[in-house]
């Protein structure tokens, strides 16, 4: 089974400035069946990155993501209010699909 | 556009069932998975399981193993998560997810209902 390691757990950072989060696989995974998620307090996830770094429908273009094998980054360019959340990557290469622990990015 | 809308909360004992459910509005029901997650209270994310319907696949994550059943209704368009033997720390919120990709029970989510508290208490 495969585990995904998310880092930092918490990422305190002010509006504007740059985030940088980590997922890491315990074995190589591949690109296309790596997926990061959002969500807010009271809210369900939403997809933010699929297939490691395709934007998913409607999401802006501050959010990038990228890696290959065991290291995935997802990176927030200049943090909006709206932005400030927790994190998570996924992984569905095999069963069982597995979810990273999270990070929350909070308002420093 | 698709929407999931699930069923209203609920709260059961131990040793007691519950089914829910996850309705699908817009696009191809039996194309796509449909995935169950559930999240305990200030925990992160778990994926229980999930159904294709095309295919007729299931799978489920295997400590639930043996209580857990997820089937789909193609009529209704509706998907139906039921565990049984409940037990306090099954008490959590249930997510259910569309699979982003046709034909492939194991995908990412997108778009998600909005969940359905079920809380296991005496």
């Known amino acids: 089974e495969v585990v995904l390691t998310q880092s930092p757990g918490t990422l305190s950072l002010t509006p504007g400035a740059r985030a940088t989060l980590s997922c890491r696989a315990s074995q190589s995974i591949a690109g296309r069946y790596l997926a990061w998620y959002q969500q807010k307090p009271g809210q369900a996830p939403r997809l933010l990155i699929y297939a490691s770094s395709t934007r998913a429908t409607g999401i802006p273009d501050r959010f990038s993501g990228s890696g290959s094998g065991t290291d995935f980054t997802l990176s927030i360019s200049g943090l909006e209010p709206e932005d400030f959340a927790v994190y998570y990557c996924?992984?569905?290469?095999?069963?069982?699909?597995?979810f990273g622990g999270g990070t929350k990015v909070e308002l420093k | 556009q698709v929407q999931l809308v699930q069923s209203g909360p609920e709260v059961k004992k131990p040793g007691s069932s519950v089914k829910l459910s996850c309705k699908t509005s817009g696009g191809t029901f039996r194309s796509y998975a449909i995935g169950w997650v559930r999240q305990a209270p200030g925990q992160g994310l778990e994926w229980v399981g999930g159904v294709l319907p095309i295919f007729r696949s299931t799978d489920y994550a295997q400590r639930l193993q043996g209580r857990l059943t997820i089937t789909a209704d193609e009529a209704t368009s509706t998907a139906y998560m039921e565990l049984t033997s409940l037990k306090p720390d099954d008490t959590a919120i249930y997510y259910c997810g569309r699979g982003l990709e046709a034909d492939h029970l194991y995908t990412s989510f997108d778009p998600w209902g909005q969940g359905t508290l079920v809380t296991v208490s005496s």
């Open positions: 996924q992984q569905f290469s095999n069963s069982p699909v597995i």
